[in-house]
DNA sequence: AAGGTGCGCAACCGCCTGGCT
DNA sequence: GAGCCAGGCGGTTGCGCACCT
């Protein structure tokens, strides 16, 4: 297609950003392809509306997300599953890319955070550290070790399809029925992580964003 | 100080969808 | 209705940086 020699990839130059971004003044947010040749940027069309959406729009927020967003982002998580694009639309500011990121690094949080109160529950019901019932039936310890055939070294839950398969079993597990918490305003349920504060005995939060906060040490 | 490791994030890939002819 | 194409979207990869040993 592009007869004048090949594109560019990787990362972009403040050269190019400002080329892209006086093109997009020039031209619209639309027919891609086309502004690529236009503006003599080595790059596709895919390319710029990427760089364009993700980094260089102007009504991007830039930095960490907000405890506000955080919760608006689980929220719409649970409703609509990994449709980042129309959670975004409910974040201004946010990308869908920022977004995706954003939930992969909380789930995995998450994932390391249930592992941790596995293994705590089966030291407090048995006194050894082996699997047991407990454990083995419908946890993230079954689905590393048995069900999807990982190791424990190997698995990792923030990737796809086991991702949304987490997603899902988590949405409805509760570690210890005896310690449970009610649901917050927002439907949400912190036991995994008010658990593994009890267990450090430094239980003051009541945010998923607090515990994140917290090493573990 | 150097090497290893983990994390965050930008960017790419490939499939899907919708509009146009 | 069929085919084409641009754009949208979710999944994945890889790089750079910070932190740890």
């Known amino acids: 297609m592009q007869g004048e020699g090949k594109l560019r990839k990787g990362p972009w130059s403040e050269e190019e950003d400002e080329h892209l971004a006086s093109a997009v ?8 392809d086309s502004l690529a040749r236009a503006s003599g940027l080595r ?7 990427l760089r364009w959406m993700n980094y260089l729009r102007p009504d991007l927020k830039h930095g960490h997300i907000s405890t506000e967003e955080e919760r608006v982002i689980i929220e719409l998580h649970e409703k609509l599953g990994n449709k980042w694009s129309r959670i975004a639309q409910k974040l201004p500011g946010r990308t869908d890319n ?11 949080k998450k994932s390391q955070a249930m592992e941790k109160e596995c293994l705590r529950s089966t030291i407090n019901s048995s006194g050894n550290t082996s699997l047991t019932s407990e454990c083995d039936t419908a946890s993230p310890c079954s689905i590393n070790g048995d069900i999807l055939g990982f190791t424990d070294d190997s698995f990792d839950a923030t990737n796809s399809p086991y991702e949304t398969r987490l997603t899902e079993w988590m949405s409805n597990w509760t570690p210890d029925t005896s310690k449970s918490e009610p649901k917050d305003e927002y439907g949400w349920n912190f036991d995994i992580y008010h658990q593994e504060c009890i267990f450090d ?5 009541t945010s998923i964003w607090d515990y994140s906060l917290w090493d573990g040490k």
């Open 98 to 108: 920022e977004i995706k990121n954003y939930w992969r690094s909380y789930l995995k």
């Open 43 to 49: 790059r596709s069309g895919k390319s710029c509306r």
């Open 25 to 32: 003044a020039v031209l619209g947010e639309r027919r891609w």
């Open 201 to 205: 005995d430094c239980r003051s939060s």
